[in-house]
């Protein structure tokens, strides 16, 4: 175990539709980076926050959007759902100032469904 | 050319066996990498960091990285029937780490 939980476990959304998905740090850990796993492919980065303020972005439109709370855990907003959606979300935390130096550990995933 | 390539597999050995993992990368600036393990329906599990050119071992697991060929590639001894997943390589690319799809690797009794 990571020490890093997500909420909720699995989640059916309509087209169109709005969702949010909840993301707690490891303990100590002050960045939280989101990723978009679909079937058969690696993790997509989607955005990285550091104490509260976003400090990378992938390639996901500004649909995706994202927050990260004093005590460091962290929400994942998509509006206006698309099909391509469907996908795991993962969070993962990470110590330090840039994620891509030091190591991540991720969270068990919400798997997000859109019929 | 995809930033970071790994063979899709699935690699198929025999418990007791040297598996070998492989993955190249294209940005030439990178500077820190990553092997994660995901078993079917999981999360991914980060089992080995590397930043230095050369070897690093940790139990069974032994990651090699050779910037100039732009290569990275782990070894796994004594592969156990526990040990199939499939395993992501990780690449630092400026501000984020870029993932492979990964490689499917089946170990048989």
């Known amino acids: 175990e990571t020490g890093v939980t997500q909420s909720p476990t699995h989640l059916i959304k309509t087209r169109g539709q709005q969702v949010t998905l909840r993301c707690s740090s490891q303990?100590?850990?002050?960045?939280v980076s989101w990723y978009q796993q679909a079937l058969g492919q690696g993790p997509q980065f989607i955005f990285q926050?550091?104490?509260?303020?976003?400090?990378g972005r992938g390639n996901f439109p500004p649909r995706f959007s994202g927050l990260q709370f004093p005590n460091y855990s962290s929400e994942l907003n998509v509006n206006a759902l698309e099909l391509d959606d469907s996908a795991l979300y993962l969070c993962?935390?990470?110590?330090?100032?840039?994620?891509?130096?030091?190591?991540?550990?991720f969270g068990p995933g919400t798997r997000l469904t859109v019929t | 050319q995809k930033e970071v390539e790994q063979n899709s597999g699935p690699l198929s050995v025999p418990e007791g066996a040297i598996a070998s993992l492989n993955c190249t990368y294209s940005?030439?600036?990178?500077?820190?990498f990553f092997w994660y393990r995901q078993y079917s329906g999981k999360s991914p599990e980060l089992i080995m960091f590397?930043?230095?050119?050369g070897d690093k071992e940790d139990g069974r697991f032994t990651a090699q990285l050779n910037k100039a060929s732009q290569y990275v590639s782990l070894l796994i001894r004594d592969s156990q029937p526990s040990d199939s997943a499939t395993y992501l390589c990780?690449?630092?690319?400026?501000?984020?780490?870029?993932f492979g799809t990964g490689t499917r690797l089946q170990v048989f009794p």
């Open positions: 926050y550091y104490r509260e303020e976003e400090n």
């Open positions: 590397i930043y230095s050119n």
């Open positions: 940005d030439r600036g990178s500077q820190s």
């Open positions: 303990s100590g850990h002050n960045t």
């Open positions: 990780a690449v630092s690319h400026t501000d984020k780490l870029i």
């Open positions: 993962a935390s990470s110590s330090g100032t840039s994620a891509t130096s030091y190591e991540q550990y």
